[in-house]
Structures are given as structure tokens and as C-alpha cells.
């Protein structure tokens, strides 16, 4: 059962171009997890998804900041005219969530290394 | 919001020594997980114990969740235990995010 997919693996961007992560839940998952993590810091939560549904968006930047988990392929989290302050590592989490209400293991990716220039 | 902290923040190891990684939190919790992050970033799953005590080869936990904290053991450190350790947790309600504490760096030298 293959982990959870992340690419790209290293992203550069220059300062007001747009950065598109994308990831895989595993194999069985209904449910992405999005965190950063800003260098020398713990991840941070910053949003909850399920198929086409936002769940809890809470840690979102309120502008640039955008996520999606469509029926059909990968979660993307979107980063419009991508600052410096953008440059983090970008982590994405799945679980199964067996049953409503239910907590379970977070399985994580590899993640995103973003670098604005 | 929950307060997760970590302690110690640095540790040092020689090869072959044990350590004891402590997660204390302010708030009832449904989930706590145990993270590795390698030299390399990568995010590895420890342990998933909201309460109780495991085991996992030379690594076990306990979380007393009544009482608010957790404890990483690491026995026999070698120097591939080096890292940054993470304690995260799910506050019960909180619609299943994840609060991390800021990491314990260890460094387990030959």
C-alpha cells in the first residue's frame, strides 16, 4: 500500500507567481490534512479536507490561499502571487476516518519544499 | 487554543545511552501521535497513543491522558534516532486537526 504522494518534492517560485502542491491520500483515505511548517517551527494545521467538501479551514491565510480535494484525482493547495514569507515546507496527512466522529492515525507525506525567490 | 510543549527542547546523546522525551498539554485530547522528522524532513509515525503504553522495538510511549502528558522512551539510541521529535495532538472536539508541539531536537553522536 503505497504511502501518501506528495509532489513536487521542491518547488521554487519567484515573488507573484503562483505554486500548485498536490497530493495523494492513501490507498482508502477519504481524508487530507494540510500543514506548513516554517523553518526551525512545528507544523502548523491549515485545512481539513474530505472529497469536495472544505471541512475546517481554520489555518488558512484569509488571501492567496486556496485547497481543493475533487472527486476525481489529487488535493491541491494553492498559493496565488507567492511571497517570500510563502517559503516553507508544505506537509499533506490522510486518514481513513472509519467512522463519524472517530479519531485516527494521520499518515503524512513526504512533503513540498517551497522556496520564493 | 491548546498549549503543547516539549521537553527538552535539545537533547545530546552518546551512542547507546536511553533518553526519556516528555509532551505535556493543556487540554483533553482523542489522539496523540509521536513524529520522527529524519535529517531529511521526512515526517515518520511513531507511535498513535491517546492513552496507555506501547511498544515498538527500541521505542515504547505512555500517555497518562488524566494527567496530560506524554512520554517517548528511547532506549539503546543509535545515531539514526537522530532528529527532531514531535508530539501532536487532537483536541477532543476539534474536528481531527492536529496540534503540534515546537520538537525536541536530538543528536545521537557516535
Known amino acids: 500500500n503505497a504511502g501518501v504522494m506528495q509532489n513536487p518534492r521542491h518547488l521554487v517560485r519567484r515573488r507573484g507567481q503562483e505554486a500548485r502542491l498536490r497530493c495523494s491520500p492513501m490507498?482508502?483515505?477519504?481524508?487530507v490534512y494540510w500543514y506548513r511548517q516554517l523553518p526551525e517551527e512545528g507544523l502548523k494545521f491549515m485545512v481539513y479536507?474530505?472529497?469536495?467538501?472544505?471541512?475546517?479551514e481554520s489555518g488558512m491565510p484569509k488571501e492567496r490561499f486556496s485547497a481543493e480535494f475533487p472527486k476525481e484525482g489529487p488535493s491541491i493547495l494553492r498559493i496565488q502571487q507567492v511571497v517570500r514569507g510563502d517559503s516553507a515546507a508544505y506537509f499533506c496527512?490522510?486518514?481513513?476516518?472509519?467512522?463519524?466522529?472517530?479519531?485516527?492515525?494521520?499518515?503524512f507525506g513526504p512533503g513540498t519544499r517551497l522556496t520564493v525567490l | 487554543g491548546i498549549q503543547v510543549e516539549q521537553s527538552p527542547p535539545d537533547l545530546i546523546l552518546q551512542e547507546g545511552a536511553n533518553s526519556t522525551l516528555r509532551c505535556n498539554f493543556s487540554?483533553?485530547?482523542?489522539?496523540l501521535q509521536w513524529f520522527h522528522q529524519n535529517p531529511w524532513g521526512q515526517l515518520i509515525n511513531l507511535f498513535y497513543?491517546?492513552?496507555g503504553t506501547k511498544q515498538n522495538g527500541r521505542l515504547s510511549a505512555t500517555t497518562v491522558a488524566t494527567e496530560r502528558y506524554s512520554l517517548l522512551y528511547i532506549s539503546s539510541s543509535q545515531t539514526t534516532d537522530s532528529g527532531v521529535y514531535f508530539c501532536?495532538?487532537?483536541?477532543?472536539?476539534?474536528?481531527?486537526?492536529?496540534?503540534f508541539g515546537k520538537g525536541i531536537t536530538l543528536s545521537v553522536r557516535p
Open positions: 487540554d483533553s485530547v482523542n489522539n
Open positions: 479536507l474530505q472529497k469536495e467538501n472544505i471541512i475546517d
Open positions: 496527512a490522510s486518514s481513513p476516518r472509519l467512522r463519524p466522529l472517530s479519531t485516527d492515525t494521520q499518515y
Open positions: 490507498k482508502g483515505h477519504s481524508h
Open positions: 497513543i491517546p492513552s
Open positions: 501532536a495532538v487532537e483536541v477532543t472536539g476539534a474536528n481531527s486537526k492536529l496540534t
